[in-house]
């Protein structure tokens, strides 16, 4: 009976995914993707990760976790099993999934979606709940630090690297996405503005008034964020203030470099502890209406399955479907920063060795249902609309009339008039070229919310999409600024030992000040090329945080066969060899291209040759020196990070090999087996 | 209702983790009754300084 049930479920689902694929017409409507998404998560969770909770990791009840066995009252507490949950959630979950899809789009919604389904229940939720495994049985471990233990130094070093660089390219194309939310935009700027010392109120109101009381600080200071998206539209409608608000991209890159170095040096109760929470609490509210929404309104898809970009001509960013559309996606199909969370804090608070399979595998389920919904807010867009949002001015002609007209002659018609009038009702001048993803996302918000809400709030709720997506970008940007701090700090307390101690001011200013160096130099970039930036930095961005998935997998791989598990290597071996061979190719597209749109030292060449004959424009010529620059860099770039990755798995294969031939490799380092006494 | 109501309520502060400084109170209460607890505002201080010395939030 019970089996019949999930073949049932396995019919259904494989009728939806068929139905998807096959559509060919106008419009589809999105129950078609719910119904597949739910089926490809029902069958995911019940069967595969049962599966490899049973027979792969062996999960095992009996056995004491870090918090029963550690308990402190501090960071080793037993905690209830959704609690954990709900934390883990908060932690992976970021901007990452609303953007890469939303970006992904570009290709029609048939990629993206499949990629968001495939690779989560076969690669990222298993990675996530992989990590987490091994990093509880090692008492809460970090990944670099089971590298160095299981493998050796090598890939220890590697996962350290690969995580620095990482966090600044993250950070930049983060910075570069609020960027271009606020740019001539009064009303979402004075909004973002606004959380600023929202955040501050709050986080005085936790630590003077009332200290410890998350809960009615952050009921309190949600209250007043949803008070500053009105009083935005007040600012908006303001002669005087309007003008004060109205900023360049230039000057708000200025803002978001000066605010991530300040908030990088203050203490973390005053902002970055209070931005957090009330953006964890807009998170999971805004997450759940938005899964309401979608599900009462089951809106039409309006882009078709495919577009003509599957050739690499995209607007949005350049490249190929392969390897690009699973470089773009990123966190909502497998993120290599998640083994960083799930080995960290979660471990230390688990109950129950059973609850890794709900927490690991199911929290990355949800992200990828997440990334499910931005993908449904992105394609239920006309298309014309959405690529006028997303595409850069270099590419498609900085007026409305000549963008309409490029865009319409790829078949996707817009009008000026019609860009205008949802500009109008969004409550903004224009929304042509808002590249980065975010306000195109915050348009199919709107649109969503304001079908079920009620028409009359579309710039409201715009306002509140564009405000949502900014609060926990910052809180991405101040939280990796910060990490980013400390692994400088450690690695330079090897040249200088006072350099490591973390609240010592100079070392705080000066590694802050690298960091913030570092990823705003990437942002400063990315704002004056005129092609949008985006097409350089997201999918470096995803390059990264791909190899950092293949290292994770690397090392899981590792201690999965050397603990006597390598029948079942392939569980996270398969999901490493489809990571290597996406980033590795899509790597050697953006180094040796010929094609300036897709290789960095082909456009480096190509602009150094147009400044060298003077056909640039004077303020292109300006600006060709530091964009030159630039794409050399991003190439060496490149070539290191996937030196990287390559390294860790030829480290890997070595040790696997050695212990295959029974010959001697670093010891395990699971802590000993303490037995749980059950009470009859 | 009102048990299934206060389990509500405890989830919720226990997410928020409003609950922090009283779990944590009750293990020092038990494990060192001779040393003395941090206050509310310490004990909130040096868990926001603890918490955010690791990697905490993700893309």
New interface residues.
Partial sequence: MNKLVWVVVAIIGGFAVGGLALHRGETINSVWIIVAAACVYAIGYRLYSAWIAARVLMLDSTRATPAVRLNNGRDYVPTNRWVVFGHHFAAIAGPGPLIGPTLAAQFGYLPGTLWILVGSVLGGCVQDMTILFLSTRRNGRSLGQMARDELGPVGGYAAILGTLVIMIILIAVLGLVVVNAMKHSPWGTSTVFATIPIALLIGLYMRNIRPGRVLEASVLGVALLLAAVVGGGAVDSHEGLRVVFDLDSITLAWFVIGYGFIAAVLPVWLLLAPRDYLSTFLKLGTVLLLAISVILLRPDIHMPALTRFVDGTGPIFSGTLFPFVFITIACGAISGFHALVASGTTPKLLIDEADIRVIGYGSMMLESGVAIMAMIAATLLEPGVFFAINSSPGLVGATADAAVTTISSWGFPVTADQMHALATEMGETTLFARTGGAPSLAVGMASIFSSVFGQSMMAIWYHFAIMFEAVFILTTLDAGTRVGRFMLQDALSHLWPKMGQTSWYPSVLISSGLIVAGWGYFLYIGVIDPNGGINILWPLFGISNQLLAGIALSIATGILVKSGRHRYWWVTGLPLVWITAVTTSAAWVKVVSEDPRNGFLAAANQLAAQLAAGTLPPAQAAVAPQLIFNQRLDAFLVVILTAILWIVIFDTVRVCKRVLRGLPVPPNSEAPAEIIVVKA | MRDRLRTVWK????????D??D??L???RA?HPEAPALG??E???S?????????????
């Fill in positions: 989830f919720i502060r226990e997410l928020a983790t409003d922090a400084y779990t944590y009750a293990r020092h494990t509310r505002r004990f909130y201080l868990e926001q300084h603890r918490k955010w010395s690791g990697i905490q939030r993700c893309c």
